[in-house]
């Protein structure tokens, strides 16, 4: 059985690249490629493909983005993140996501190949640096694990978040941390800054992604 395969990415030479190793493989074939977040999530709904290699950084939507969209349209379409980027927040929000795969650019052809027919068996498939990350952070203690979601906020920031994510306002985080509500202000903004978001409802979606607020 052949895996039809779509690459979502915006650089045409690291595409190319892909288009020649995959023309060696007899079991793959690519029906399409996309290069922004809106077009990954159309093409997905026109071309049903069974694996879908996802760039994280794209023009209109990112890959996070397009991988909501895709989960969220009932596709069964595996996602496997391949990215420059290998920090906690990019490969846990990935995941959140519902991508089932997460290679960090750079890796051997082999191993993506072998990636998109892992997922399209059903399995889930990591780099080994993405694999170590994923187990370090479940083997960490609860709050620690809350940092590592977020490690540009600071302890306080975090806290403020897990807060959030729980659904309480300003003055009810303000007594329970013993702080004046101007200050948990001004770390509400703080955190909205760092994980660019719009208002508290992103940042509840953010934090509950990474499993903050959910206890």
Request: glycine share 8%; hydrophobic share 50%; net charge negative.
């Amino acid at each position: 059985m052949t895996t039809r395969l779509l690459i979502a990415d915006d650089h045409p030479v690291f595409v190319s690249g892909l288009t020649v190793t995959f023309a060696g493989c007899d079991d793959i074939e690519i029906v399409g490629t996309a290069t922004d977040g809106e077009a990954a999530v159309a093409a997905v709904g026109e071309l049903s493909p069974d694996v879908v290699l996802m760039d994280l950084r794209m023009p209109r939507l990112t890959g996070i983005e397009a991988t909501r969209a895709i989960m969220a349209s009932g596709s069964p379409a595996a996602i496997v993140v391949l990215t420059m980027f290998d920090d906690d927040e990019s490969v846990f929000t990935a995941m959140a996501a519902g991508a089932r795969g997460y290679l960090v650019k750079g890796a051997p052809q082999e191993r993506i190949v072998d990636a998109v027919r892992a997922v399209a068996a059903g399995e889930l498939v990591f780099g080994q640096d993405v694999a170590a990350q994923v187990l370090a952070f479940f083997a960490a203690p609860r709050g620690v694990r809350q940092q590592a979601a977020f490690p540009e906020l600071t302890d306080r920031e975090t806290e403020v978040l897990e807060l959030v994510a729980a659904g309480h306002n300003n003055p009810r985080i303000a007594r329970e941390l013993g702080l004046s509500e101007k200050t948990v202000r001004n770390h509400v903004s703080n955190i909205f800054a760092k994980l660019r978001v719009a208002d508290r409802s992103e940042a509840i979606v953010r934090a509950r992604e990474a499993g903050l607020g959910t206890t």
